[in-house]
T-cell receptor, first 113, second 114 residues
Framework: GENVEQHPSTLSVQEGDSAVIKCTYS??????FPWYKQELGKRPQLIID?????GEKKDQRIAVTLNKTAKHFSLHITETQPEDSAVYFC????????????FGSGTQLTVLP | DGGITQSPKYLFRKEGQNVTLSCEQN?????MYWYRQDPGQGLRLIYY???????QKGDIAEGYSVSREKKESFPLTVTSAQKNPTAFYLC?????????????FGPGTRLLVL
C-alpha cells in the first residue's frame, strides 16, 4: 500500500517568514494530494490540493508543488501569521478502487510573533 | 464540511461497555470514513464505506464495528474488545467516483474511559 512520510514534525518560524513542509509518497500511481490544517481540538480542514497533472498550485499565501518523478510534494506558506499556527497533514490517494487517503504524520507549525 | 455532524462531542465509556458514535452527512456523498487520532499523532483509518450496505476494514479495525444502512449515516461502535479506546474519533465523507476526491471531516468525538 501507499506510505506517506512528512517532514519536519515540528517547525517554528518568525511571523512574516515562509514555512515549507515536505512529503514523500511511495505509490507512483497516486494522483491526488490534499493538505489539511488542524487547529487544536478541531477537525482537519482542507486548505489546498493538487492533482498529478499539475506541477504547482497557488491560493493566496499558500502554494503546493508536486514532483512526480521524485514522488514528493511540498506545502509553502508565505508571509506567515500567528493564525497559521496549527498541525498540517499531507495525504495521498491510493490507486485502485478503494481510493483511501493515506495521511502523513503531521507537522506542528508555530508562528512566533 | 459543515454538512457532516458527529455526536456526542464527548463520550465516556465504562469497562466492558460498548459505545456507539454517530456520524451523519447531508452532502450526498457516497463514501464515508472513520479515523482515530491519538494525541500528537496522525490519522489512522478504522473503517470505510464506499456505498450503502458495504464497508471495508481499514488499518486498525480490531475492536470496532460499523454499519451503513443509509447513505447519510455511518455509525461506529467501539466494542469492549478495544482495550485502549481513548482517542479523538473523526468521521469524514467524500464523493467516490469523481476527480474531486477530497475528504471533509466532521467535528469529532472525544472518547474517554472511566
Amino acid at each position: 500500500g501507499e506510505n506517506v512520510e512528512q517532514h519536519p514534525s515540528t517547525l517554528s518560524v518568525q511571523e512574516g517568514d515562509s514555512a515549507v513542509i515536505k512529503c514523500t509518497y511511495s505509490d507512483s500511481a497516486s494522483n491526488y494530494f490534499p493538505w489539511y490544517k488542524q487547529e487544536l481540538g478541531k477537525r482537519p480542514q482542507l486548505i489546498i490540493d493538487i492533482r498529478s497533472n499539475v506541477g504547482e498550485k497557488k491560493d493566496q499565501r499558500i502554494a503546493v508543488t508536486l514532483n512526480k518523478t521524485a514522488k514528493h510534494f511540498s506545502l509553502h506558506i508565505t508571509e506567515t501569521q500567528p493564525e497559521d499556527s496549527a498541525v498540517y497533514f499531507c495525504a495521498a490517494i491510493q490507486s485502485g478502487s478503494a481510493r483511501q487517503l493515506t495521511f502523513g504524520s503531521g507537522t506542528q507549525l508555530t508562528v512566533l510573533p | 464540511d459543515g454538512g457532516i455532524t458527529q455526536s456526542p462531542k464527548y463520550l465516556f465509556r465504562k469497562e466492558g461497555q460498548n459505545v456507539t458514535l454517530s456520524c451523519e452527512q447531508n452532502l450526498n456523498h457516497d463514501a464515508m470514513y472513520w479515523y482515530r487520532q491519538d494525541p500528537g499523532q496522525g490519522l489512522r483509518l478504522i473503517y470505510y464505506s464506499q456505498i450503502v450496505n458495504d464497508f471495508q476494514k481499514g488499518d486498525i479495525a480490531e475492536g470496532y464495528s460499523v454499519s451503513r444502512e443509509k447513505k447519510e449515516s455511518f455509525p461506529l461502535t467501539v466494542t469492549s474488545a478495544q482495550k485502549n479506546p481513548t482517542a479523538f474519533y473523526l468521521c469524514a465523507s467524500s464523493i467516490s467516483d469523481s476527480p474531486q476526491r477530497a475528504q471533509y471531516f466532521g467535528p469529532g468525538t472525544r472518547l474517554l474511559v472511566l
